[in-house]
């Protein structure tokens, strides 16, 4: 071409989740049924959704208004609904104009990263959710900045870690968070979030916080909305509809923008996100139509109480089943429907292997396995000899060499069976060595 057509920015567009898919394709075609537990569909996992759930959005779609254009910032009878919610609790307080409507939470998140200008970088938490750290990394052509999540303290941040990298770059305007956090499942207690929020007080930093799993935090776990504790810090919370209705086909996310008023150039920026959301014209209708009805139904509350229960117990069987796992370190999930296991130190070491009886898939796995990340390898030989499709934490911006799997499987018998299976299959991969192949 006349001229280079590529930006450096895509060498930083990455998504672990998906990109995995690939190669399972490849496997199926050689013969293996994949039992897909990379991505957070519960729909595609089974999941019913209530009767109730699905009269109100067939009632939606019978009004003419869900068939047009709404204003390109959403409805302004939701935006008023999802700020009196808001208001409900104590802490930040929002107007209707603080509420921006997006096509989902990742539509969210590139305009967030996009608009930034090209020296103000966010910091992130690793291991990282690879929408956030790929849309950061693109907007200035760099690699993620990330502080740590301590998987010897539950996957908490390590403050002291974001302090001293705060600290060292200058670059840094806005720091985010994911409560409860994907991959791990952790859920932050207050006085985490308390300690985030002082620490982008102390330094004059803007919060972004991911709250898509806010309402899936298991039951005895005790965490707050960011706007109940970031009462005098400017920030963006991400909500939407897909992971808690659930409906990820809706593509229905939201901002919710707290203490605007405090920053004349956060405000600023703020404009720029609706202004770049006005190019597109507007969000899908029907969706944020349903909103108001569907989070005001009496039955709303005890839904969101009972799917609580059912991951929380499934949790639990996962753990039960890799925890006696020797060489494995599992934290329980606190909240949304995912999980970790880590390999600890040493006991990969490039050689391991599982039994794959079909040798040309055995030969692609090893082609697909040269070079990789050591849990990467994990993955490929697991996908090959299982076919059950997980995904390396390495994908996730991770020095903690694991895989996350998910909570979802609704077939008790085939759930049972996953978490057996990984449990089989992790042994034997660490048990094995070169010989053994």
Not at 87 to 103: C, H, K, L, T, W
Not at 178 to 207: M, S, W
Not at 316 to 332: D, Q, S, T, W
């Amino acid at each position: 071409m006349r001229a280079n057509l590529v930006s450096p920015s895509s060498a930083h567009l990455s998504y672990a989740i998906r990109d995995i898919v690939k190669f399972g394709e490849l496997v199926r075609q050689h013969g293996v049924e994949i039992t897909w537990e990379n991505i957070g569909d519960p729909i595609a996992k089974g999941e019913a959704v209530a009767p109730w759930i699905r009269e109100i959005v067939h009632d939606v779609i019978d009004a003419d208004s869900s068939w047009g254009y709404c204003p390109t910032e959403g409805f302004m009878e939701v935006r008023e609904a999802l700020a009196a919610h808001v208001n409900e609790r104590e802490g930040a307080r929002v107007s209707p104009a603080d509420i921006i409507f997006f096509n989902g939470v990742a539509d969210a998140v590139a305009k967030v990263y996009g608009f930034l200008s090209a020296h103000a970088r966010v910091i992130g938490p690793s291991p990282a959710y690879s929408t956030h750290s790929s849309a950061e990394s693109a907007h200035c052509a760099l690699p993620h900045l990330t502080y740590d999540l301590d998987p010897a303290n539950g996957w908490m941040p390590d403050l002291v870690d974001l302090r001293h990298k705060v600290q060292a770059n200058p670059s840094i305007a806005g720091i985010l968070l994911i409560n409860p956090n994907n991959p791990t499942g952790a859920v932050y207690p207050v006085k985490v979030l308390e300690e985030i929020v002082a620490l982008a007080r102390e330094f004059d930093l803007f919060l972004v916080a991911d709250e898509i799993y806010v309402h899936m935090v298991f039951p005895d776990t005790e965490t707050v909305h960011l706007s109940e504790v970031a009462i005098d810090v400017p920030a963006i919370v991400m909500r939407g509809v897909s992971k808690e209705v659930p409906w990820p086909g809706s593509r229905c996310g939201w901002i919710e923008v707290l203490n605007r008023s405090l920053d004349q150039n956060f405000s600023a920026y703020v404009d720029s996100l609706v202004a770049a959301k006005r190019l597109e014209v507007c969000s899908t209708s029907g969706p944020q139509l349903a909103i108001p009805r569907l989070f005001g139904d009496a039955r709303y509350p005890g839904h969101l109480a009972q799917r609580a229960r059912m991951f929380a117990a499934r949790a639990e069987e996962a753990y039960e089943a890799l925890r006696v796992v020797p060489g494995i370190k599992v934290n329980p999930a606190q909240g949304a429907f995912y999980m970790t296991a880590l390999f600890e130190p040493g006991v990969l070491n490039g050689d391991n292997r599982l039994p794959i009886a079909d040798q040309r898939l055995r030969e692609t796995v090893e082609r697909q396995a040269k070079g990789a990340a050591l849990d990467a390898r994990f993955v490929y030989h697991l996908l090959a000899s299982t076919g059950i499709c997980v995904v390396p934490l390495s994908g996730f911006y991770s020095p903690h060499p694991g895989f996350r799997f998910t909570l979802l499987e609704t077939d008790d018998a085939k759930r049972a069976w996953i978490f057996r299976t990984l449990a089989e299959a992790l042994a034997t991969y660490l048990e094995s060595d070169v010989s053994a192949a």
